[in-house]
């Protein structure tokens, strides 16, 4: 069985930053992409920052500048490094990957993370 679990989010005042990671255990013979997405109240679930296995990083508009993904393939564990952050970016961030496993390949979540950014 495949999981992900987040970790790192909280509280933080506009300008400041936080460090997302996501650890992927369980059975699986290989991570193709690992990325993160995040959930607004009200809003679609949109993408942040993805990485395929090859390291070409994908940012949304809203994340250039700011945010840096970036991926430990020996850990199965990939990070978010988010700095200058601004209100509009508290929303629930979910950790994503592709997994092949022996028999079958399929997408992946993790449960979320809460990030607020509030004064």
């Known amino acids: 069985q495949v999981q992900l679990v987040e970790s790192g989010g909280g509280l933080v005042q506009p300008g400041g930053s936080l460090n997302l990671s996501c650890l992927a255990s369980g059975s699986f013979f290989s991570i193709n992409s690992m990325g993160w997405y995040r959930q607004a109240p009200g809003k679609q679930r949109e993408l942040v920052a993805g990485?395929?296995?090859?390291?070409?990083?994908d940012y949304a508009d809203s994340a250039k500048g700011r945010f840096t993904i970036s991926r430990d393939i020996a850990k199965n564990t990939v990070y978010l490094e988010m700095n200058s952050l601004k209100p509009e970016d508290t929303a629930v961030y979910y950790c994503n990957a592709g997994i092949r496993t022996i028999t079958s390949f399929g997408i992946y979540w993790g449960q979320g993370t809460q990030v607020t950014v509030t004064s």
């Open positions: 990485l395929t296995y090859g390291l070409s990083a």
